[in-house]
């Protein structure tokens, strides 16, 4: 039993609930959630210790922000990273306020639903419900997610309808420049049978995110014959803690493929997680990480193969500097049942200092026979040669690592399905190496 505890009562929940017209069922799910923070135990990442790391402290639950009433008043550091001759379906969180929302006519005559979350349980209860925390994530399943729930303070709803193809992708920004806002954002995103939709969320810090919590939980629901492509650019500043989890449910013919830039400049848990429900489902997981100073990480991609004739697949690079660690656990699981399915994955970690540490942990549980699977994995320095012949052509010891850097990670970001994710991506590893 943790014995943390919480700066909010039960009865400022319901404020805030109230306050923002929830439906019954959200403000009772809110209720058993906090009295759940009080039993559950901590979750247990692996080869990481989380005992000493503070996922409670915020300043405040709800921090106001600002209308946008065009993308005209957009800030500078949002302009850098909205195209807006392309962005046609677009919301902007700005702290915990929807700030600018957009979407296209030709989405909205389709019945596709793109609202922020705090909106969508106003005007789409009952369909919310349906798919809040009931499936790739439970409450219940540790005393983060019972958190998350208690506290969800922001957030978007996307809903595709059967037979529905969304023209533009679906583009959801984050902007953080209030030195008390934290995030527990609720992601939802569900495509109908034979749908199709891109999405791309982006979190951008312009303050300090010191003592405030990034608590981030999306749920993913792919249905028969659906595609979904979801890429992701995070960004928080150092001063975050971050536990965050992605996690999507395929059913059968379904696809969820993954692109994720993992930039966060704090310590942070991350859970990625597909589970390929229906038989010839797919997904791929593919991301890259960035360590600096002493920042700790800790990356799990897995994927359940449950169905018949599934191929999962996980590729991330990640690159540590200074005195920053990371442990990467890859698991491919098929399942009894799961016959003729494939699991592939690659791991690699490249360490440009003598203090970094980096854990490749590649886990594939096999319950079937008649299936493919394989790992690859490496951790290791960078070559010093490489840097002293970058070196001896005049370039200074910061840009030979700048350009290793890139070069490690290309084989990822160019394999990223989604332009606009690689093109952000390379922006933030450039800002993170020069950080």
């Known amino acids: 039993m943790t014995t943390q505890t919480l700066n909010i009562s039960e009865d400022q929940l319901v404020e805030y609930s109230q306050a923002h017209n929830e439906p019954s069922w959200l403000t009772e799910l809110r209720k058993e959630a906090l009295a759940l923070t009080e039993t559950l135990e901590m979750p247990k990442p692996d080869k990481t210790k989380i005992s000493r790391w503070d996922f409670d402290t915020f300043n405040q639950q709800d921090t106001t922000g600002t209308d946008y009433d065009t993308m005209d008043d957009l800030p500078d550091s949002l302009k850098k990273i909205i195209d807006v001759e392309k962005s046609e379906n677009l919301i902007i969180q700005h702290n915990n306020h929807i700030a600018f929302s957009s979407v296209a006519d030709s989405a909205k005559n389709d019945g596709v639903i793109i609202e922020g979350l705090a909106e969508a349980v106003v005007n789409h209860p009952d369909l919310v419900q349906q798919y809040f925390m009931k499936e790739a994530v439970t409450v219940d399943e540790h005393r983060l997610t019972a958190l998350h729930a208690a506290l969800v303070n922001g957030g978007i709803f996307v809903y595709v309808p059967k037979n529905v193809v969304v023209e533009h992708p679906i583009h959801y920004v984050v902007h953080h420049d209030d030195d008390n806002a934290s995030f527990y954002n609720h ?249």
Do not use: C
């Open 187 to 435: 992601v939802i995103v569900v495509a109908e049978q034979s749908a199709e939709v891109t999405y791309v969320e982006n979190y951008l810090s312009d303050a300090s995110g010191k003592g405030n919590q990034a608590n981030i939980i999306s749920e993913v629901i792919a249905g028969p014959n659906a595609n979904i492509s979801y890429g992701a650019v995070d960004y928080l500043d150092e001063g975050f803690t971050s536990y965050i989890i992605r996690r999507g449910t395929a059913a059968e013919d379904a696809s969820i493929n993954w692109a994720l830039g993992l930039m966060n400049n704090g310590n942070q848990i991350i859970d990625n997680t597909t589970n390929l429900v229906g038989d010839r489902s797919t997904s791929e997981l593919k991301s890259v990480v960035v360590g600096t100073n002493d920042q700790k990480i800790n990356l799990t991609s897995k994927i359940v193969q449950y169905g018949l004739e599934t191929d999962g697949y996980i590729l991330k690079h990640g690159v540590m500097r200074d005195q920053s660690s990371t442990v990467f656990n890859g698991i491919g699981h098929i399942k009894h049942g799961g016959t003729k399915s494939v699991a592939n994955q690659e791991s690699r970690v490249l360490m440009l200092s003598e203090n970094a540490r980096g854990d490749a942990n590649p886990i594939l549980l096999i319950d079937e026979d008649d299936v493919e699977a394989g790992h690859a994995a490496s951790v290791g320095r960078v070559d010093p040669e490489q840097l002293y012949y970058l070196m001896s052509r005049g370039i200074s010891r910061h840009e030979a690592e700048r350009l290793v850097i890139h070069g490690f990670l290309d084989p990822v970001v160019r394999e990223l399905p989604i332009e606009d994710v690689k093109a952000q991506l390379r922006e933030v590893i450039e800002l993170k190496i020069n950080k």
